[in-house]
C-alpha cells in the first residue's frame, strides 16, 4: 500500500496524473463478506434457492460461486457469477440459482478496483422435488430451407432436428423474420414434429428455432437461415 501511494505521488509532481482526480483505493482485503442465507447447515425444502449476503462497504463488486457437494471435492462448479455496481452506484447482495436436491458450499468475496476479500463460505443441502427438471432442451438444427436458398413457391416447408431430452414435455417455437438484424418479426408460431408451414410472399427471410420445455428451461437459438422467395 505504502509503495502504491508513493508511486501515485512521483507520478502526480512528474505531470502523469491530474492530483486533483487522483483517488485513493480502500483497501478491503483484510475484511470478509458477511453471508446471510443460507447459514451454514441449512438444509433447504425448495429447490429455488435465493443467496443472501450483507454489503461491505468500498466494495465494487462480488465473485459468487456454489460447488456440488462442496469445493475441496468439487463434482460440479454449479455457479460461477460476477455481480458489478450499476451506473447509479448499486451493488447487488443477492443471486437466485435453481438446484438439484443434493450437497452444496457456497462462497462470495467482495472487491474494488484495487482490492479483495478472501473467500466466506456456508455448506447447505437442498431436499425439494426429486423430479425437478433443471435440464434445458438441445439446441434445434436447421434443414430446411436451406441457408441463402431460392425458390419460387410462396407456400414453405421449415424442417429441423432436435434430439428430445428425458423429463418435462418439449416444444420447438419457429421465428421467421424480413431483415437481417432480426427486428421485423413475420410471424411466430410452434413447429409440430420438427415441422411447420407457412405461406408467405416474395422477398427474403430470415428464421431459426429455438426449444422450450414444461419445466420453463429453454434452448439457445439454433443458427439463423435465410431464403428468398422470387417472383
Excluded at 11 to 18: H, I, K, Q, T, Y
Excluded at 62 to 71: D, E, L, R, W
Excluded at 110 to 119: D, K, V
Excluded at 162 to 188: C, H, M, N
Aim: with cysteine; proline share 4%; glycine share 6%.
Amino acid at each position: 500500500m505504502i509503495l502504491r501511494n508513493i508511486m501515485i505521488v512521483l507520478s502526480c509532481s512528474m505531470g502523469l496524473l491530474s492530483c486533483e482526480d487522483i483517488l485513493e483505493v480502500p483497501d478491503i482485503s483484510e475484511q470478509s463478506v458477511n453471508l446471510l442465507a443460507p447459514s451454514d447447515g441449512t438444509v433447504l425444502d425448495d429447490n429455488a434457492v435465493s443467496l443472501h449476503w450483507e454489503n461491505l462497504a468500498e466494495a465494487t463488486g462480488y465473485s459468487i460461486q456454489v460447488a456440488s457437494p462442496n469445493f475441496e471435492n468439487a463434482a460440479q462448479i454449479v455457479l460461477d457469477s460476477l455481480v458489478e455496481m450499476d451506473t447509479l452506484g448499486y451493488v447487488p447482495t443477492h443471486i437466485d440459482q435453481s438446484l438439484f436436491n443434493g450437497s452444496y458450499e457456497w462462497r462470495v468475496k467482495a472487491f474494488n478496483s484495487g482490492f479483495e476479500t478472501p473467500y466466506s463460505s456456508n455448506t447447505f443441502q437442498v431436499n425439494g422435488n426429486e423430479d425437478l427438471d433443471l435440464t434445458p432442451p438441445n439446441t434445434p438444427s436447421l434443414i430446411s430451407p436451406d441457408n441463402g436458398s431460392d425458390t419460387g413457391n410462396t407456400e414453405v416447408d421449415f424442417t429441423w432436428n432436435r434430439e428430445d431430452v428425458p423429463g418435462t414435455a418439449e416444444r420447438d417455437s419457429i421465428y421467421i423474420y424480413s431483415d437481417q438484424d432480426l427486428q421485423f418479426l413475420v410471424t411466430k408460431d410452434e413447429g409440430s414434429n420438427k415441422v411447420y408451414s407457412t405461406s408467405l410472399t416474395t422477398g427474403t427471410y430470415y428464421w431459426f428455432v429455438k426449444a422450450f420445455d414444461a419445466a420453463g428451461n429453454e434452448s439457445a437459438d439454433s443458427d439463423t437461415f435465410n431464403f428468398t422467395i422470387s417472383n
